[in-house]
């Protein structure tokens, strides 16, 4: 007598289950690749406007963060003001300009007090602003 299986298993299902776990991780792959930054660096929400400046060739970046205290980076680096001061006196760049992206919430006199700063030791100063909404 003989014995025969009550369920016939599709040979075509051993090689899907392959292919749905790699469906799988790309997914995942792309869910997790997009979380990254387009450009590395602080995130500052910077204020509106409907002019624009064109690019700049090698441009320092000053960034400065919102609050009570503003905290400000250079060259990505979280530095003091007079730290600030100098390391402008220390960089000896041909160009010599600076763009400060000054989050919309930082006070009027701390962006101030740093584009002085910026202007005492010889460099040309553009405020970053984002595209109207």
Do not use: W
Not at 28 to 34: G, R, Y
């Amino acid at each position: 007598m003989k014995l025969t299986r009550s369920i016939h298993l599709n040979p075509f299902l051993i090689f899907i289950i392959p292919l749905v776990d790699l469906f799988f991780l790309l997914l995942l792959l792309f869910l997790i690749s997009s979380t990254f930054l387009l450009h590395p660096g602080i995130n500052v929400n910077l204020p509106f406007s409907k002019f624009t400046l064109g690019p700049q060739n090698n441009p320092v970046i000053v960034s400065i963060t919102a609050g009570p205290f503003p905290l400000i980076y250079y060259r990505d680096q979280q530095i003091r003001l007079e730290e600030l001061a100098r390391r402008l006196a220390e960089d000896h760049a041909a160009d010599r300009s600076i763009i400060i992206q000054a989050d919309r919430l930082t006070p009027q006199g701390s962006v101030i007090e740093i584009m002085n700063l910026c202007l005492e030791k010889g460099y040309s100063v553009v405020l970053a602003t984002s595209p109207q909404k």
